[in-house]
């Protein structure tokens, strides 16, 4: 079952020695429950994980124990990829979002997969794609005052949708959750957007006036 899960993984598709990864025990196939914690912040980095179902979120707990999501993991996504090879700790915790189904990976499997081409070049593409929404969290973060984060959201999706109509593409506590606030701050400044006749709101559907 777990070298059938594992082969229908892009990752893994040219490589040919699965089953001496299974066997060194340097992979392996794990299910998550909706909820569920996954990887504690502060914990050591033993295994990449490689989404193949379901989502996970990374979060922040601040002073006063408010959940903050920072990040989130969809299928096809690598986990742990920038800290392994140093034995990094996680910044952040992360749970499973719904039900989630992970192959995770040692160091030792991870330095045995990176002799293959196809691997390696999926490998770093991802750790590219990480450090890139990780760039756009220290922009919004460094960003000062929650509606230039807002317009930069709504221009960004623009652009996106190609239009000045747009639909949001998460919801509100997800919005909130991406630029890192309080809902009840959010609320607050789209209706001062309105108000000021920047946008309308309908629900989801936003127009830039």
Not at 70 to 99: H, Q, R, V, W
Not at 134 to 143: A, C, G, P, R
Not at 144 to 171: A, D, G, H, M
Request: proline letters at 1%.
């Amino acid at each position: 079952m777990i070298r059938e899960k594992i082969k229908k993984v892009t990752f893994f598709e040219s490589f040919q020695d699965i089953d001496l990864l299974i066997n060194k025990k340097f992979i392996k196939y794990k299910e998550y429950y909706k909820y569920h914690t996954i990887r504690e912040s502060q914990e050591e980095c033993e295994w990449v994980d490689i989404v193949i179902k379901g989502e996970v979120i990374a979060y922040s707990l601040n002073e006063n124990g408010n959940a903050t999501n920072m990040f989130e993991f969809k299928k096809g996504s690598i986990i742990g990829a920038n800290l392994i090879l140093t034995k990094g700790k996680y910044p952040l915790s992360f749970y499973a979002k719904d039900c989630v189904e992970l192959i995770s990976i040692n160091k030792n499997g991870i330095l045995e997969l990176l002799h293959n081409y196809d691997f390696s070049l999926s490998f770093f593409k991802a750790l590219s794609i990480n450090s890139q929404n990780l760039n756009k969290k220290v922009f919004i973060f460094h960003k000062k005052t929650i509606r230039e984060n807002l317009l930069n959201y709504f221009e960004e999706q623009s652009i996106i949708q190609k239009s000045c109509n747009i639909v949001l593409p998460i919801s509100k506590k997800e919005l909130a959750d991406y630029l890192g606030i309080q809902r009840q701050s959010l609320f607050r400044e789209l209706k001062k957007l309105s108000d000021d006749k920047i946008i309308k709101i309908n629900n989801r559907r936003i127009s830039i006036l």
